[in-house]
């Protein structure tokens, strides 16, 4: 429990940070929807003939309206992904690697617990931290999508959904950064190798927009996972894919406890 | 010695990111041909659209199935990895003595603040260079080898230096904010950070069309669209692009200059 | 006497290249206070890494109270405290947070051993830590380490960064909680500081325990120190004389040490005509210098 608190404690600064860049996100985006609204027909006409590769690559869904409030929102949803795989897979590499970099091992871990209890510890609250992020967002998008809504059905379901998925990713990432914070010397070699992570499935994303019919290595990229209009809309969560987010990251975390276990902590 | 020390200290990563570039580039540049056909019917259907409208996209004039707008489309891309990596430099750079905890080892040394800044920067600039230059040669070869098409090699310049100026963006940014902060323990965090919420800021600007978020994103200073039409960079904005770059490495000296560094 | 901490042929190497400690064996007994010494780079951290398992042996292994080191580490260092040679803690926290923080891995916090123990230390424990010296850091962890009242007490060189006289209330220290029943294992390449505290030491070379041996039959019974001056000025061929060792001759004076029959060497010496000879115990320092000439 004082792990948990301390590691909860430690990150909280850095939590808010990104909360706040997310509330403005959401905030700003949905400021300029007002104005997007006016030109919206013309904007339509032309997306609804646009290649739906094209349109992928920006986050839009072919054949939708995008002048309902709905629809601009689930724009974000690729942003969402970005800032959010860049949290939690950063979190997961500092939680592990902090207690080498700071040279805090030797306090640490020649307490009376197991290791793999201070992992359980670091874990727990990394997962808080992520649900907490998960939650601004979905607060946030909630209360500041509410005064655009003028269609009478509310958006808070859709946006729940939306979220959950996001919870998925946030978790899938924070498993691989916990596992290369463990597998890496160093937090810097860590958070390079997640870095090249990212950047990696967010370039397959693109190129599996680009050509159609590359669908089939969609699972290689959780940026493609979920597609948020069918979240949202058809309350569509493809169930293949949060089996495999799950396990990806349960055998990550397995990973992490088991080369956690036999390190030689450097002082 | 200062700037081959910092030199050889930087280069592993150099080598990962330009072999990530170089990687990028080659899966996109194999992509080109799948991608033609799908182009050719976008290119056709973008024809129907008023010239305005189509400029206002960032599709006029450019031909998708052709070698030049198919890279001037990729090329964003390729910029976000050389941003990440320009961000990783300015960050990094200036902050390594308190993350190191060298800071009295180095600044206990004969040389003036500015000189330890002024080599840093130096090789900072040596290193994003020689990046630009290997893309642009490796790249080039890419195209005839795998693209097997010719292309204009001022537009493909043209691209690649874009990067680069972005990258400055970011190495001048980077900078101040390794200045200022008293210590930054880890890299990555802060420089994926940053340049992601530049990206994104590109992305809404790019699917919303928000003409006044372009001055406060460096990845909409020079899109490969404006590339193709104009043959050059827009000159206002790559005004801004480098006094930015200037007045942020001339903060960072300044900060520097009067910085405290606390013992370990 | 039982033996809380039995070291079995403990090897510890980095990499094929980098050798951190190759077979030791030694045994702290309960209620001593043991002295590791050797130069810097021996493998005394490493060995002490070892035994909190901080870094995993090679081969061979390692027993604390009866149990081994790797596989019951966490329940034996709830009696383990524990020194390290460079103390670094958390940004952002008081000194109090910390102990506090340290503490809630024990149970029940002393608040009353707690102010006991800054006290001694002269420790503000409003302060933050990053604003601390070192000297003052490693106070922080003196108090850190002591604070549970541990059956074990590791010192990874102690008194680095301590002034005299905080090290001097250190030692106080560290003998009160010995004569508590607190066992001691205390690193170090100071000799004097060692001959102050321990009773048994360890002298560790390249990695390899080359002695053992009492503080006490290591300075009295081992050594003499024997300093000759010749009346005629003349140099004398001793250094042949078996038991002779670390030979300095400086003009008319020669100077070295003795092991073996005291009686042989009078009788030697007794043919010569000597102007002056002293016969003292020598300090451990040049016994320790001895040790690292002799292999």
Not at chain 2, 208 to 221: G, I, N, S, V
Not at chain 2, 234 to 261: H, M, N
Request: with cysteine; hydrophobic share 50%.
């Amino acid at each position: 429990m004082n792990i948990y608190l301390r590691e909860i404690k430690a990150n909280f600064k850095s939590l808010l940070v990104w909360s706040a860049t997310m509330v403005f996100l959401v905030l700003a985006g949905m400021m300029k929807y007002s104005a997007f609204q006016k030109t919206g027909e013309a904007v339509n006409a032309m997306f609804n003939q646009m290649p739906a590769g094209i349109l992928a690559v920006m986050g839009i869904s072919a054949d939708q309206d995008l002048t309902s409030v709905g629809v601009f929102y689930s724009i974000f949803f690729l942003y969402f992904l970005l800032l959010m795989t860049v949290h939690s897979s950063m979190l997961g590499v500092t939680v592990i690697a902090k207690e080498e970099r700071d040279k805090t091992a030797d306090f640490l871990l020649v307490k009376p617990i197991r290791r793999s209890c201070a992992i359980t510890a670091k874990i727990l609250a990394a997962i808080t931290l992520v649900i907490a992020y998960n939650l601004v967002t979905f607060i946030s998008s909630a209360m500041i999508v509410k005064p655009f809504n003028d269609t009478g059905t509310s958006l808070t379901g859709p946006i729940f959904y939306l979220t959950s998925c996001l919870l998925v990713i946030q978790i899938l990432f924070l498993g691989l950064g916990l596992l290369f914070g463990a597998l890496a010397r160093t937090s810097e070699k860590a958070s390079g190798m997640a870095t090249a992570v990212i950047l990696g499935t967010f370039i397959l994303k693109i190129l599996i927009d680009l050509k159609a019919d590359l669908d089939y290595l969609d699972f290689l990229t959780p940026f493609r996972y979920f597609k948020a209009i069918d979240v949202m809309y058809k309350q569509e969560i493809s169930i293949p894919y949060v089996i495999l987010s799950v396990v990806l990251a349960g055998t990550a975390m397995a990973g992490t406890y088991w080369l956690y276990q036999k390190r030689d902590l450097h002082s | 010695m200062m700037l081959l020390f910092e030199f050889r200290k930087s280069f592993r990563s150099w080598l990962n990111f330009t072999i990530g570039l170089l990687l990028t580039f080659t899966i996109f540049a194999s992509f080109f041909d799948f991608f033609r056909e799908d182009a050719a019917l976008m290119d056709q259907l973008l024809q129907n659209f008023p010239e305005e409208f189509r400029a206002a996209f960032g599709f006029a004039n450019v031909n998708l199935s052709e070698v030049e707008g198919y890279l001037s489309f990729i090329i964003s891309y390729i910029v976000l990895v050389g941003a990440v990596y320009g961000m990783k430099l300015g960050v990094g750079l200036l902050s390594a003595e308190p993350r190191e905890k060298t800071s009295d080892f180095l600044l206990s040394k004969p040389v003036r603040r500015w000189e330890i800044v002024a080599a840093k920067l130096e090789i900072a600039l040596i290193l994003l260079v020689a990046q630009a230059l290997a893309l642009f040669t490796l790249g080039l070869a890419e195209i005839k080898i795998i693209i097997k098409q010719p292309i204009d090699v001022g537009i493909f310049a043209l691209l690649v230096f874009a990067m680069l100026l972005v990258q400055l963006f970011f190495l001048g940014i980077g900078s101040v904010v390794a200045a200022a902060a008293s210590k930054i323990k880890s890299i990555m965090p802060v420089a994926l950070g940053i340049v992601f919420f530049f990206f994104i800021i590109e992305l809404v600007n790019e699917s919303l069309h928000l003409k006044e978020l372009t001055y406060l994103t460096p990845f909409a200073y020079f899109k490969g669209s404006s590339i193709l039409t104009l043959r050059h960079y827009e000159w206002p904005l790559l005004a801004i692009d480098l006094t930015i770059f200037v007045v942020a490495t001339g903060l960072s000296f300044w900060i520097y200059q009067r910085k405290d560094f606390h013992a370990v | 006497m039982k033996n809380v901490i039995e070291f079995k042929h403990l090897t510890k190497y980095y990499n094929k290249k980098s050798r951190g400690i190759i077979d030791v064996s030694f045994d702290v007994r309960e209620g001593e206070i043991f002295g590791f010494i050797g130069p810097n780079g021996a493998g005394k951290s490493t060995t002490i890494r070892t035994l909190l398992s901080l870094i995993y042996p090679t081969s061979g292994s390692a027993t604390i109270f009866g149990k081994d080191c790797i596989l019951y580490g966490h329940e034996i260092r709830r009696e383990i405290g524990y020194l390290p040679s460079e103390v670094f803690y958390y940004d952002n926290m008081k000194v109090l947070d910390l102990l506090k923080y340290s503490a809630s891995f024990y149970g029940k916090l002393d608040m009353k051993r707690l102010k006991e123990l800054a006290d001694i230390m002269e420790l503000d424990l409003t302060r933050k830590i990053d604003d601390l010296s070192y000297g003052n850091k490693k106070k922080v962890g003196i108090v850190q380490g002591l604070l549970h009242n541990p059956k074990l007490i590791i010192l990874d060189e102690p008194t680095s960064g301590l002034d005299p006289l905080m090290q001097q209330k250190f030692f106080d220290l560290i003998k009160a909680e010995n004569a508590k029943g607190a066992t001691v294992l205390m690193s170090s390449h100071i000799l004097t500081e060692v001959q102050k505290l321990c009773s048994r030491v360890a002298i560790i070379k390249e990695g390899q325990i080359i002695k053992i041996e009492d503080i006490q039959t290591m300075r009295e019974t081992a050594y003499k120190k024997i300093r000759l001056t010749f009346a005629d000025g003349q140099p004398f061929k001793l250094a042949e004389l078996p038991g002779i060792s670390s030979y300095e001759q400086n003009g008319s004076d020669s100077t070295f040490l003795y092991k073996g029959s005291v009686n042989a060497l009078v009788q030697t010496i007794s043919g010569i005509d000597l102007a002056n000879v002293t016969i003292e115990e020598p300090d451990l320092e040049e016994i320790f210098l001895h040790y690292y000439k002799a292999d």
